[in-house]
């Protein structure tokens, strides 16, 4: 092969990497490196013909890459015989250097911690993939004890380097929750972590910083500059361009690991999140998972209520939204829900999507129903963080409360140990809020999870609605992972 088409690499800081090829070179990196943002048709920039719907990772001005993407760069060398060069930078090194894991030590410092339990074997081996990788997608469901993994690789990092650690997360919730499971499992937080969301302070001499991202993603690149790793928790809910511009001003972090249950049909597309974390791995699956043991077995009960012919009829021809706000103002379907919800033992969490026109009917219909001991909580962003973390601390200690959540506050990362059954309130189709919500209902307790999954048929001859064809895309996703279900037809008369 001509020295002409060798591909050259060089760190330019732990965030990128520049690319020396020659000019036909860098026009196949940049479609290598390309691909169609979902539903892009339908963007404006797309439709008025500014713009090709593609996102490019590999930018063919500056000629760079991100460090994450390095595998993938091998790859593309390999497949079309370019020979590859790596360039030493003398303050960065060589792109995805690895660290030898002591393995004998490894597992003395982590007893040393001594956290109240006992580190799962795949926990063990995503900690130690993390520590010799140094960067990673970490894949692993809920219930898997994903902060847990966390807590063990920022002690290794914090026992063997002197940089700080930024810990990046979506909610407000999910920091206090972070910081609340750091102190769970032995940390001594108030010496060591800093929380920054609502306009608190982003300063401190701390060594660990917990934040949104929403909290971060605008301030200057020489406050992320202090940072030498960087962990994104529950990474699929993170806006692609918000975390990119986070994780390419954190130049000066080597380390760099994401978390996430599931990455089909992310916001973030998963190449982008390889290239500001590396590589996926694995870390187990929810069926392995429940054999062992470790999680709550699930029973997924399809309620499919079927309206009357003359309103399947009117129905026809009504668009997406007609449709939902329809279904979520129907008072016999909410009836159907709070009597549902009533009706179930231990505690159940129902969750809506809209917080005036649904969430709050439910609340109501639920509250003024129920016996006066049942507690029923009602949460939504309207609800102050420090509120909804005193709820689930309540519901935990409960056997037969009910909590009305919106999506947006309970579907993601939110940690209930005693939860027995959930309620789909709201049609949705989108695998990451299904498989989130499920998730809640996991935990490992005295008795298996059910999931009451609402679906609504106004289908007429072949035609099918819109909701109904969402339900569909559920089930698709039900036995994709493995979970049993059973369809209920129900009249709504």
Request: hydrophobic share 35%.
């Amino acid at each position: 092969m001509s020295v002409e088409n060798t591909i050259r690499v060089r760190l330019l800081n732990h965030s990128m990497m520049a690319i020396e090829s020659n000019p036909s070179q860098q026009q196949e990196l940049r479609e290598y490196f390309s691909f169609y943002v979902e539903n892009y048709r339908f963007i404006p920039a797309y439709r008025n013909r500014k713009w090709d719907g593609k996102i490019k990772l590999y930018n063919q001005v500056t000629r760079e890459l991100n460090v994450g993407l390095y595998d993938q760069l091998r790859k593309f060398c390999a497949d079309r015989f370019y020979p590859l060069q790596i360039v030493d930078n003398e303050e960065y090194g060589i792109p995805l250097q690895k660290n030898k894991v002591n393995h004998p030590h490894l597992v003395e410092f982590l007893k040393s911690l001594d956290a109240p339990f006992e580190t799962r074997d795949y926990q063990y081996d995503a900690i130690a993939h993390g520590i010799e990788n140094k960067r990673c997608i970490l894949l692993s469901p809920t219930g898997s004890g994903k902060s847990f993994i966390i807590y063990n690789l920022l002690r290794w990092y914090l026992d063997n380097h002197e940089e700080k650690a930024l810990i990046i997360v979506p909610t407000t919730s999910l920091v206090e929750q972070m910081y609340k499971d750091f102190e769970e499992y032995g940390f001594d937080v108030t010496t060591n972590c800093h929380t920054v969301y609502s306009g608190k302070d982003k300063n401190t001499d701390k060594r660990v910083v917990i934040s949104t991202w929403q909290s971060i993603y605008k301030l200057r690149g020489d406050w992320f500059e202090q940072f030498g790793a960087v962990f994104g928790d529950e990474v699929h809910g993170f806006k692609a361009k918000s975390l990119s511009g986070i994780m390419n001003k954190s130049k000066n972090a080597e380390y760099r690991f994401g978390t996430t249950g599931t990455l089909d049909g992310t916001e973030t597309n998963k190449l982008v999140l390889e290239g500001l974390f590396g590589p996926v791995f694995t870390v187990t699956t929810t069926v392995k998972l429940q054999e062992s043991k470790q999680l709550a077995n699930l029973d997924i009960k399809v309620m499919l209520l079927r309206y009357h012919n003359d309103i399947c009829h009117e129905m026809q021809g009504k668009t997406y939204q007609e449709e939902i706000d329809y279904i979520v103002t129907n008072e016999k379907r909410n009836n159907f829900i709070s009597n549902l919800s009533l009706s179930l033992e231990g505690n159940t969490l129902v969750l809506f999507q809209f917080v005036e026109k649904h969430g709050k009917v439910l609340y109501d219909l639920i509250e003024n129903k129920s016996e006066e001991d049942r507690k029923v909580f009602y949460v939504s962003g309207e609800v102050d963080t420090s509120d909804r973390e005193q709820i689930r601390n309540i519901v935990e200690k409960q056997k037969n409360a009910i909590i009305v959540a919106s999506l947006g506050t309970f579907s993601t990362g939110i940690n209930i140990k005693n939860l027995h059954n959930i309620v789909f309130a709201t049609p949705s189709k989108s695998q990451i809020k299904v498989l989130q919500s499920i998730g809640r209902g996991l935990r490992k307790s005295n008795r298996d999870t059910v999931l009451y999954d609402i679906a609504d048929d106004f289908h007429v001859k072949s035609h099918k609605n819109f909701t109904l064809r969402h339900s569909a895309e559920r089930i698709k996703i039900y036995t994709k992972q493995g979970f049993k279900y059973k369809i209920y037809p129900i009249n709504i008369k």
